[in-house]
């Protein structure tokens, strides 16, 4: 039988586990192929969970800078800056991922489990620069 101690350490521990563990709990899973009916057209499933925290597997694309608060999640390894290349290179299943804290970047290789809140809509960062038609803010990711 659990004691009221244990239920409070327990708890305790588990609200103050590492990137945002807690929220993939709660969270709403959302793979990239359910993003978009076609080219700009998002699915209904994406519109029905704007403002909703939501779960996402897939890859870090490369920062373009150490210590941002932002990255490119991608649905596949990119070894390359997507900001970098030509628009004809420029992935179709990319999300828009923004951080509360300073980004501790993995392998592109490594896949990881993001959860966060799901926005859509034209929008262009007033920090970053970036114009995004869907982003995860506030997230939060660990290795999958």
């Known amino acids: 039988m659990l004691s009221r101690r244990s239920l409070l350490f ?4 588990l ?13 709403e899973k959302v793979a990239f192929h359910e993003l ?9 499933k ?3 969970l704007d403002g909703t925290a939501v779960e996402m597997v897939g890859y870090m694309a490369p920062p373009l800078k150490a210590e941002a608060k932002f990255f490119v999640l991608t649905g596949t390894p990119m070894s390359f800056c997507p900001f ?16 509360d804290d300073v980004l501790s970047a ?16 034209f929008e ?21």
């Open 15 to 27: 609200a103050a586990t590492p990137q945002g563990t807690l929220n993939a709990y709660a969270a």
């Open 124 to 144: 262009k960062d007033e920090e970053t620069g970036f114009v995004s038609l869907i982003r995860l803010r506030s997230a939060h990711f660990r290795r999958a």
């Open 84 to 99: 970098c290349e030509t628009e004809a290179q420029w992935p179709s299943d990319i999300v828009l991922v923004l951080l």
């Open 36 to 44: 978009y009916e076609r080219e700009t057209v998002l699915t209904e």
């Open 46 to 48: 994406v519109k029905a």
């Open 106 to 121: 993995v392998p592109f290789n490594v896949r990881i489990r993001m959860s966060g809140t799901l926005e859509f809509g």
């Open 10 to 13: 327990g708890g305790l521990a």
